[in-house]
């Protein structure tokens, strides 16, 4: 049936029962629709399997495996002042991992393979949105081609990183950190562990752009600026 | 003669006690670390404990103690110098769903039918926890979109955009439409 695509984010919400949300077009809409009363139907078996699903939605990931544990480092410190030590040390490393700086995880991203390997910009944006479930703001960068992507997720913040490739040959990736509290607007240059990056605060999003060319990097960030919102 | 449950014996503190597990559970959707979890499911339950004459009878226990525990992390996410995830009324206008979102298709469908539990909680843990943390607190705590807005101090639009699009992410990933 033609016409679903303006209902279709409501139907979530009918599937819950919470149509007191749901505008009267749409309840209108899905009366008549086979097709979005099919999604409605798949929505509810979708909540009753997570239901019963229940614990085994918080299984430890193998990732999760490789940190250490508080409590498995608490008996070590009693067990001596010596042992104590290494263990403190080890507290804070477990921090650093566990709470990640959004600008360290962005610099470590940038350098990690991409996931999606495209010079196509609307299928690297379409795989963004379906990996983050976030659609990237539309930067127009002249002459700079787009290479790929990829998706880390860190304890703070979703991060989307997105690689181009200048007309000198430069790469510059672009990471865009979900969704961080403004802090205030404009570009800051920092240098974190050798690193030169700039950050970009706009009303688009915060990005981190870091690159093999500080013009190409302040191109970027200039293009990230001067964005539609 | 059965045994009558906390709720029956109307004694605050034990039902509090008794929904420490959906308590971690939902610190773990935040953390998604387990000690984390623990830490942040303690710390609710002590200060819920001395902080039992603010809760009002009739209201959802659940929910209150889920936004204790939803302020605890969030100021310890403050205290690490970690800004929390923000969100705005307008996000709804910033992130639509998709204009070339199609339909559900046959095979979706299908996927869902089929999938296994231990297949849906592990693709449900593959999740962005923005969209992750709302649909745990309305799908499987059964909690009103308003209860869960109210819980992450987001608007109610926000958290129906944020379960749909939760979803559909769960759906097109059991059906391996996303790599």
Not at chain 1, 164 to 169: E, F, K, R
Not at chain 2, 33 to 39: H, K, T, V
């Amino acid at each position: 049936m033609s016409g679903c695509s303006t209902h279709r984010e409501f139907l979530a919400a009918i599937a819950d029962g919470e149509t007191a949300l749901v505008p009267a077009a749409t309840l209108d809409h899905v009366k008549h629709c086979d097709e979005c009363n099919r999604e409605i139907r798949a929505h509810q078996l979708l909540t009753s399997k997570l239901r019963q699903a229940g614990v085994q939605l918080e299984q430890a990931t193998p990732e999760r495996r490789l940190i250490p544990s508080i409590s498995g480092r608490l008996r070590v410190l009693a067990a001596g002042a010596a042992v104590a030590i290494m263990v403190a040390g080890a507290g804070v490393g477990w921090l650093v991992l566990s709470r990640p700086d959004p600008v360290r995880a962005a610099i470590n991203a940038s350098s990690q393979p991409l996931q999606i390997e495209s010079t196509d910009a609307s299928q690297v944006g379409q795989w963004c949105l379906q990996a983050s479930g976030r659609t990237l703001p539309a930067i127009q960068l002249d002459g700079m081609q787009v290479v790929g992507a990829r998706m880390d997720r860190t304890a703070s913040t979703d991060i989307v990183t997105v690689v181009y490739t200048a007309p000198s040959g430069a790469r510059v990736a672009v990471s865009w950190l979900e969704r961080q509290t403004p802090q205030g607007s404009g570009v800051e240059e920092r240098d974190v562990d050798g690193h030169q990056l700039l950050i970009v605060h706009s009303e688009v999003g915060t990005a981190v752009i870091i690159g093999s060319s500080v013009d190409a990097m302040w191109e970027t960030a200039a293009a990230i600026e001067s964005a539609p919102t | 003669m059965s045994e009558r449950t906390p709720e029956e014996e109307g004694d605050l503190a034990a039902q509090i006690v008794s929904l420490r597990p959906r308590l971690l559970r939902f610190a773990w959707s935040l953390t998604r670390d387990r000690e984390e979890a623990e830490d942040l499911a303690q710390e609710a339950i002590a200060r819920a404990l001395a902080s039992q004459w603010r809760f009002q009878p009739g209201t959802n226990l659940k929910a209150w103690l889920f936004r204790i525990l939803r302020n605890v992390h969030l100021n310890l996410l403050r205290a690490a110098g970690t800004h929390p995830v923000v969100v705005s009324i307008e996000e709804l206008v910033l992130e639509p769903a998709s204009p070339h979102e199609q339909n559900l298709n046959p095979v979706e469908a299908r996927a869902i039918e089929r999938a296994e539990l231990r297949r849906i909680a592990d693709v449900y843990r593959t999740l962005p926890a923005s969209f992750a943390v709302p649909l745990y607190l309305t799908a499987v705590e059964e909690l009103s979109y308003a209860e869960a807005a109210s819980i992450l101090d987001i608007p109610v639009g926000t958290v129906m955009s944020r379960v749909y699009r939760a979803r559909r992410l769960l759906i097109s990933r059991l059906a391996g439409t996303i790599s």
